[in-house]
């Protein structure tokens, strides 16, 4: 099996969450939400935020959802075309609080990142280009 990148991450959300979801990772994150129109109009049970030419993060409204509790769920890592310092200032601007900084070890080895945690309570790794 040849793997050569994610294609989509599916997370569930709060049935209420839309409008939280859209201001985060549209509004503050600047990222495009796609296929909202087919959520609204029952043909898909989630949206789309696009995260990358080929890869998208799926939130999924649910009536059940209950916040990661960090027994099975840590966090998603992303990489950013940014440096660090770029990175943060565009998040400190966007009101983005940041939980941590730290350079973990990722897919493309050590760089710098930030960890920030959206409305529903999952952890998001954004991972710096490497100085």
């Known amino acids: 099996m040849d793997v050569t990148e994610i294609d989509h991450a599916n997370l569930h959300i709060p049935a209420d969450g839309v409008e939280s979801a859209v201001a985060f990772y549209r509004d503050r994150l600047g990222l495009q939400i796609e296929n909202r129109e087919l959520y609204e109009a029952g043909e898909k049970p ?4 696009r995260l990358a030419p080929g890869a998208v993060l799926h939130l999924q409204p649910d009536e059940e959802f209950r ?3 960090g027994d099975g769920f840590d966090h998603l890592a992303f990489r950013v075309d940014a440096d660090i310092e770029d990175l943060k200032a565009e998040l400190d601007e966007a009101g983005v609080e940041l939980d941590r900084e ?3 070890l990722g897919a493309t080895g050590v ?3 930030v960890y920030v ?3 529903f309570g999952y952890t998001l790794e954004l991972k710096a280009t490497r100085d």
Do not use: G, N
């Open 117 to 119: 945690t959206d409305p």
């Open 67 to 69: 916040t990661p509790s």
């Open 46 to 49: 989630f949206f789309s935020v």
């Open 102 to 104: 730290l350079e973990p």
């Open 111 to 113: 760089a710098p990142a």
